[in-house]
């Protein structure tokens, strides 16, 4: 509170000295000691509103030490483990089916393809495609006219022989009757041996004569069965009962039969049973034998399998591309005739079956491990592995399992079939992890820095 104003003098009286200070003077002083309080209470509360907000900052900055600290523990206790260095997988029990793939194509068990023996024009074609023939109905027919022909010429000459034949057997009549009474003339005396000789000369001309006329009659007579023949020929007759798969010929068309016999149907004798002539490789020849059992299937019937055995395999090879392959003939059944014949099929030998087996994956046996590395990053070379002999196989296993520092060795097993994705395993290996892949580079986590967050 500020002092109550002192009361102003009346004008006109002066004050002595002895009286002390003057109103004015006190006034002032009153001023003067309210301004130093004043400023030294500012004083108080600057200095008071300073140490407050140093205090302040100093909480803060411990609060966030604290978190960061907190935050750091926290994660060090809750981080995941690091990850496994290498994917394993453990022996299992199954049954194993050895195949060996091919593909081939499908033919009929019987395919007959019918010809013609002589030459000529068509005039007729008695069945299609498809047809259902019988052995001995009349597929189709040359034009006969220029073999009737021809029979009639034969028949012809052979009586012309047969004509020539009577005229020599009565010369040769003639020529016995002269040999018999040149013999009576020489025995009586009358006659000459000239006339004798003479005689029996034109005897043996006859006997020769008839002998050439005989045989002048075997040889038409052979041309005329054999004109009958071809006229035979003029009809083509199915040779099997069957189905026609194929036809090359329509009517009027002309076949030439001069130097081989054109084919003008090719007839299957029963679609229910079918061929497939597979093309198996080299490499695996030796693993199909007759007798195997084997699935077919083709792209018409998609995840539909047919039945089918291994009737033959061939020695003959097959060189393509310089490819060899080796034909093998496994038999179809068709019972409802969906298999048809120039399909290609995609055949599955079953080569060996083991039941119940113990077995590993194929990636373990394929499986390498990464060469390891120095701390400059340089490959660290191991000692070379012993090559392995036939049905052996190498494995790794895993014989310490910490998690990122995992260590393997390998193991040497004994082996068996395969169906292309597990592998018998003849060894036991009781509950050992084998590895099968690596999931990282040896050296990667050595190689990254640590990450807080």
Known sequence: MTPDPLPRPHHGFKQSAAAGPSWYERRSMADASARASGKQELERELSKAGKTRWWRRLVILGVLGALIAAGVVWRERTK????????????????????????????????????????????????????????????????????????????????????????????????????????????????????????????????????ASKAQVSQIDAVLRSSRTNLDFTRIYSPIQGIVIDRAIDPGQTVAASFQAPVLFVIAQDLRKMRVFADIDEADVGRVSEGMSADVSVDAFPGETFKGTVSQVRFSPLTQAGVVTYAAIIEVDNPDVKLRPGMTATVSVRSAEVKG?????????????????????????????????????????????????????????????????????????????????????????????????
């Open 80 to 211: 995941p483990p690091p990850p496994p260095r290498y994917l394993t997988a453990e022996p299992t029990n199954g049954d194993v089916l050895e195949t060996v793939q091919s593909t081939g194509q499908i033919k009929p068990v019987t395919e007959v393809q019918v010809g013609a023996q002589v030459s000529g024009r068509i005039t007729k074609v008695f069945v299609d495609f498809n047809s259902v023939v019988k052995a001995g109905d009349v597929l189709a027919e040359i034009d006969p006219t220029l073999f009737g022909a021809q029979i009639d010429s034969n028949r012809a000459q052979l009586g012309v022989a047969k004509a020539s034949v009577v005229r020599s057997e009565a010369s040769l009549t003639t020529a016995r009757q002269r040999l018999d009474r040149a013999k009576r003339l020489v025995a009586e005396g009358v006659g000459t041996q000239a006339d004798l000789d003479g005689a029996q000369g034109a005897y043996d001309v006859a006997m020769a004569d008839l002998a």
């Open 357 to 453: 087996a113990r077995r590993l994956p194929n990636a373990a046996l394929r499986f390498k491990p990464s060469p390891e590395k120095d701390s400059a990053g340089k490959e660290i070379k191991a000692p070379p592995l012993e090559p392995l002999p036939p049905r052996k196989g190498r494995i790794w296993v895993i014989t310490d399992a910490t998690a990122g520092a995992e260590k393997i060795e390998p193991r040497v097993v004994d082996t068996g079939i395969t169906d292309g994705v597990n592998t018998v395993v003849l060894t036991d290996l009781g509950d050992a992890k084998v590895v099968v892949d690596e999931t990282d580079d040896p050296n990667a986590g050595a190689r990254r820095g640590p990450r807080i967050f």
